[in-house]
Structure formats: structure tokens, C-alpha cells
């Protein structure tokens, strides 16, 4: 069974803070990682996608993969309310499928 | 990013009557579709994966001849809860990838803005 951990929070973060988001999985094997902000009532939105070990840095944000450790995490810098989200970590095993397993969430706060 | 609809965006039906949601990829080809269902404060739950020109492949436990899928365009794949039930009341939420590009792993889905059943 292929699984994927978040902490469900809520993560509570003042405005202008660093946001740090994290994300197990138990397939070794994955070889994609996505990160998906859903505001409330809508649809998931993709923010980051990372395929190797490392830092990979897209305006605010930041994905960090460690395949060994089965660790990706998403760094939201200058945190801002309209940040306030559920993130959803989404790995994927390789394969000809391309199915997504994805985690339940963390809520994210961003107070003013 | 890629464009992905969905249509209707919410439907109100009754007990006993099917439904028909559609889900289109408006800027790619996309040979690959999946439909999921996320019930309130819950995560995504994968129904199942729509193939364009054949049958769809299902997750264990969701009733293929309750959720029927037709894959039959490279951009149109359908969604009908047939008899639907109000324990069927959910968000239903489609995504398409990309065919055609890259390495197999590091295609990428794209959400579709969901369809927001309600079976009285």
C-alpha cells in the first residue's frame, strides 16, 4: 500500500513568516512530486512539481526533495493571507499510469 | 498551465436519476484522464482512470457500472453516476496529463475546477 503523510495541521504562520510544509511517502520507488494548493471549495491547484534530489525554487516557493530520507517538503516564503490554503503533497510511482498518490493535506493559516 | 473544464459545475438531481459530467482538456491531447471524488474535508479519493479508445480502469471498491466512463475523444472524457443516491453527493474533480512529452513519471495533472453534485 502506497502511502503519502502529511501533518494535517492547521500550520499557523504570521504574515510575512516562512511557511514549512511536510510530506513522507513509503514508495521508494516514486519518482515525481507535486505540491497542490486547494482553497476551499475549489479544485486543486498545481503549485510545485520536483524530480530530484535538491532545492528547486519558484518565486516564493520552494520544493525540497530527499529520496532517501522519502522527504519532500514546500517552503513558502513572505507568507501572505492569500496564502491560506490546504496543500497537498501528490507523489507518483513512475510507470505507464501516471496515478497520483496524494496526501490528505495540511491547512494552512496566514494571519494578517 | 494547462486548461482543464469541466461541465456543469454543480448539479442538483433526485434520487433515482442519472448524471453526466463532462470533463475536456481545452489546449492538449490528453490520452490519460482520472476522476476523483472528495467528500467534505477529506483528501481525493481516485475513482478511476479514463484511457481514450478503451475501457477504463477502476479503483478497488468503486462500482464501474454505477460511475460509467467514456473516454471516446483525446480531449473529452464523461463521468455518469447512473441512479444516483445522496450518499453519491460529493465534489467529483477530473484531471488530464499531457500526452506525448517526456520521460514516463514526469508527466504532470491538471486539474479540472470539479462538479459539485447534490442528490436530494
Known amino acids: 500500500q502506497k502511502e503519502v503523510e502529511q501533518n494535517s495541521g492547521p500550520l499557523s504562520v504570521p504574515e510575512g513568516a516562512i511557511a514549512s510544509l511536510n510530506c513522507t511517502y513509503s514508495?521508494?520507488?516514486?519518482?515525481?512530486f507535486f505540491w497542490y494548493r486547494q482553497y476551499s471549495g475549489k479544485s486543486p491547484e498545481l503549485i510545485m512539481s520536483?524530480?530530484?534530489?535538491g532545492d528547486k525554487e519558484d518565486g516564493r516557493f520552494t520544493a525540497q526533495l530527499n529520496k532517501a530520507s522519502q522527504y519532500v517538503s514546500l517552503l513558502i516564503r513572505d507568507s501572505q493571507p492569500s496564502d491560506s490554503a490546504t496543500y497537498l503533497c501528490?507523489?507518483?510511482?513512475?510507470?505507464?499510469?501516471?496515478?497520483?498518490?496524494f496526501g490528505k493535506g495540511t491547512l494552512l493559516t496566514v494571519n494578517p | 498551465g494547462a486548461v482543464v473544464s469541466q461541465h456543469p459545475s454543480w448539479v442538483i438531481c433526485k434520487s433515482g436519476t442519472s448524471v453526466k459530467i463532462e470533463c475536456r482538456s481545452l489546449d492538449f491531447q490528453a490520452t490519460t484522464m482520472f476522476w476523483y471524488r472528495q467528500f467534505p474535508k477529506q483528501s481525493l479519493m481516485l475513482m478511476a482512470t479514463s484511457n481514450e479508445g478503451s475501457k477504463a480502469t477502476y479503483e478497488q471498491g468503486v462500482e464501474k457500472d454505477k460511475f460509467l466512463i467514456n473516454h471516446a475523444s483525446l480531449t473529452l472524457s464523461t463521468l455518469t453516476v447512473t441512479s444516483a443516491h445522496p450518499e453519491d453527493s460529493s465534489f467529483y474533480i477530473c484531471?488530464?496529463?499531457?500526452?506525448?512529452?517526456?520521460?514516463?513519471?514526469?508527466?504532470?495533472?491538471?486539474f479540472g475546477p470539479g462538479t459539485r453534485l447534490l442528490v436530494l
Open positions: 501528490a507523489v507518483n510511482s513512475g510507470g505507464s499510469n501516471y496515478k497520483l498518490t
Open positions: 484531471s488530464s496529463i499531457r500526452s506525448g512529452r517526456g520521460v514516463s513519471g514526469t508527466q504532470t495533472q491538471y
Open positions: 514508495d521508494r520507488g516514486s519518482q515525481s
Open positions: 520536483i524530480y530530484s534530489n
